[in-house]
């Protein structure tokens, strides 16, 4: 893995400054203080919120507090999707801070999958490396690694502790020296115009004649729609971790780079604002 820590480091300190509301019909014994949060990107709202339970909690009467979920704009926070995925994908061209509302009632069971605890998150984030590297090394290193290897990444994680993350995940992005890269790389796009969950499938970071592919590549052969049409102006973005990545960036070095902790690229495909 070519050594661009300062990268690694970028994407894994970017936070997103948050300001969660209580939805306005739940029953307060007093008026609820909105609550102010530096969001890392790279975790799980479920993750780090404890602290905004507890706050809008005082102000309520037990009976009338269930299970806690978010919503931005008429639209449920999926807790499985990382924060920086559902800001990009949701509210990227909007000001700051980002608004949140919280609720305890009325859980939207169409939308969104329960999590009663840290557990169901961990065993989600493990599903998901366990499947990169399916796709990365056909599952070679992951299993190599030993159970305090698995939970260390994850504790990484967890405690947003940069060193105890990478000091494992720095194998699942190695790859032989006689290839050009992984076997496959993990991606997802999400469309924010489409009910479609996302797209993903089998992409190879180098063509058969040995070219590294990029992310144009990658666009043009799975969500086309995401391209400028020759004779027209682009009417998308394309984001990754808040940014606008070039076209021309190959696919490899964006997957050991710009990567959630999951080990997947998640791209988000928005409609570019038309001010």
């Known amino acids: 893995m070519t050594d661009d820590k300062d990268v690694l480091r970028d994407v894994w300190f970017g936070r997103i400054p948050t300001c969660f509301t209580l939805y306005q019909d739940e029953i307060t014994e007093r008026e609820a203080e909105p609550y102010y949060l530096l969001l890392p990107r790279i975790s799980y709202l479920t993750l780090v919120t404890d602290k905004v339970k507890k706050h809008f909690q005082k102000v309520m009467r037990q009976e009338e507090v269930s299970e806690i979920w978010f919503e931005y704009e008429g639209t449920p926070l999926k807790w499985h999707y990382p924060i920086g995925l559902l800001f990009d994908l949701h509210a990227s061209n909007t000001a700051l801070p980002w608004c949140i509302t919280v609720h305890f009632k009325n859980f939207p069971e169409k939308d969104l999958l329960h999590c009663h605890s840290k557990d169901v998150i961990e065993a989600h984030f493990m599903a998901c490396i366990k499947e990169a590297d399916a796709l990365k090394h056909k599952s070679q290193v992951i299993n ?132």
């Open 144 to 275: 190599e690694m030993q159970k305090k290897d698995h939970k260390q990444l994850w504790m990484g994680l967890q405690n947003d502790k940069f060193e105890q993350f990478w000091a494992i995940n720095r194998k699942l992005m190695e790859y032989p020296p006689e290839d050009s890269g992984f076997r496959y790389i993990p991606f997802r796009i999400y469309q924010a115009t489409t009910e479609r969950p996302f797209i993903q499938k089998l992409f190879r970071p180098v063509d058969s004649g040995g070219q590294l592919h990029t992310l144009g590549d990658l666009l043009k052969d799975v969500c086309p729609s995401a391209l400028a049409p020759e004779d027209g102006e682009k009417k998308t973005q394309v984001m990754i971790h808040g940014i606008e990545p070039m076209l021309e960036t190959p696919l490899q070095w964006l997957s050991e780079h710009m990567s959630y902790p999951d080990n997947f690229l998640h791209i988000s495909i928005i409609p570019r604002p038309t001010d």
